[in-house]
């Protein structure tokens, strides 16, 4: 790093006693637990070669291997080259004259043939920079081989702010960089993170790790995720850090990227690790390892009662009603989507939700759904839980065939949920509302506004972009389709009253009746057109799920024995 303030890492990559010949080297192109190949190699300058103190010719094979030719009797051959780091996200690097965060898969060249061979990395830091990383040591660290050197991110800047707390008997480590990193979301920010850890643990029976970090950048740049062996990378608004609004969201995305130490890191179908990180690798299995830990991250604020359960049931409707305003629910199923998400879950569209669905979304509403058949087919005697801790007792950290989640799940469950695995994630039925009885809960659809305040349906959002009033998404198959209404439209006017933003355009909905024929002038293409079409009724905005009257005993134990708290009182 001779100047932060460029952007750029300065990496010598050295091979030891390597053979005489041709010896390639490679750069990934994409990060395992982000399914799109980045092409890391466009951001590599100045690549440069040397063996027994000569340069060596060096012939790029593709788009990310070059290949050198050892000359006989060398005792090493070093790669040094420069890679632009100013993308700040999970998955990326980044590199300013105060902050860094360095991601071995867009850093770290390897030798194909070699990446079971033990690595040491040295730092060249600022005197006043400190580091976090999951790996062993500060300036000079070890890892046992590739796989668990790019597993592992490190952060490195001047004003890490570091939080040492123990959970289930191990060290762990909160390392927060950026605005309001010296402040806690909450006083009990520690506290809960470890009764999730904790909580956790009890599902598995241990902690798979000497020491797990937490590597937290606060930015403007937006929030996210990505899971490792033994820390994870998560990014979080200031907003949400210093005053967040939404504690169970902020404490919902450290428990997703928690679980995902087990499921992904270590339990997941063999073809993800050990990894090809030249080539796409497809499992069908994506709603499983994403979905579900989407499904688990609350469940685990429940169960370890950080947040109330009535907060948890309100999340679970709520991804009800998203999934339900998404048509392409009804086209492509779970284990499709896990297939696809190379080509479809990073490259969104307008279109996007009429043709596919998430498997994060869906995958954890499948988790939701199939743990409460499990419960069903079992009399309450069985959970999802006890899938994950009998598939670690088979399985450890050896990788699994790609059958084996399914089948230890019709295993555990029987046929009822050889039924629900057909319907839910090979197929494209609805979810089985009814089996929320069996804990006490109905599924309410509703309103959020009186009757007359109810805004009626065209078939197509709209979003306030530049000082315009877009069309965001037009609906498969309703009115604003049929009516010749496009993406990326100029809404102009409904009725001949000029609508300028969004808030004008709802307002303007709830003034129109069911049936009644609506104008919409609009520009398409630098035409001004007219649109007419009708009305639909207003759509339920209201998803809630509820405890039933006079919920039984029965009705009351499975939903403890689920969550682990009470049944909640009746509204």
Known sequence: MPNPRSHYFHVEARFLEPPSGLFDVSLP???????????????????????????MPIVQRDKATWQIEVPHGADAVAFRYDVYAYELTVRTSYLDADYGLAHGTTLFLYHPEWKDRPVTLTLDLPDDWSVASGLDGERVLSAPNYDALVDCPIQMGRRLVRYPFSAGGVPHTLSVAGLGADQLPRPTFLEDLTRIIETAQSIFGSLPYSHYEFLVT????????????????????????????????????????????????????????????QHEVYTSLLWALEGITDYMAPWLLAKSQTIPATEILDHWAKQIATLESQPGRWLTSLADASRQAWIRQYRPDANTPNITISYYLKGA???????????QATDGEKTLTDVFSELWRRYGEGGYPEDAFEALL?????????????????????????????????????????????????????????????????????????????PDDEILALNG?????????????TQLAPGQSVDVLLAHQGRVLSRPQAALPPRPDRYQLVPVADASLAQRERFERWLGVPLPQDA
């Open 497 to 509: 009253e000029r609508i300028r933003t969004a808030e004008q355009f709802n307002e303007r909905l």
């Open 29 to 55: 192109v994409w990060t395992p637990g982000s399914y799109l190949v980045r092409e890391y190699a466009r951001h590599v300058i100045n690549l440069s070669a040397s063996a027994n103190g000569e340069t």
């Open 365 to 375: 509403l499948a988790g939701l759904f199939l743990d409460l058949e499990m419960l």
């Open 410 to 486: 019709v295993e555990m469950g029987g046929a009822p949920l050889q039924r629900a695995l057909a319907r839910y994630v090979h197929g494209t039925e609805p979810f089985d509302e009814s089996l929320f009885d069996i804990v006490g809960l109905r599924l309410e659809r509703g309103f959020q506004d009186a009757e007359d305040r109810r805004p009626v349906w065209l078939g197509f959002w709209v979003t306030d972009r530049q000082g315009k009033l877009l069309v965001r998404q037009v609906e498969r198959g309703g009115p604003g389709e049929e009516a010749g209404i496009s």
């Open 218 to 277: 606060v930015n403007e740049a937006g929030g996210g995720g990505l899971e490792h062996r033994n820390s994870a990378n998560i990014m979080v608004p200031p907003s949400r850090w210093r005053n967040p609004r939404d504690y169970r969201a902020l404490l919902s995305l450290f428990a997703h990227e928690f679980f995902h130490l087990w499921n992904v890191k270590r339990l997941h179908p063999t073809v993800l690790g050990p990894f090809d990180y």
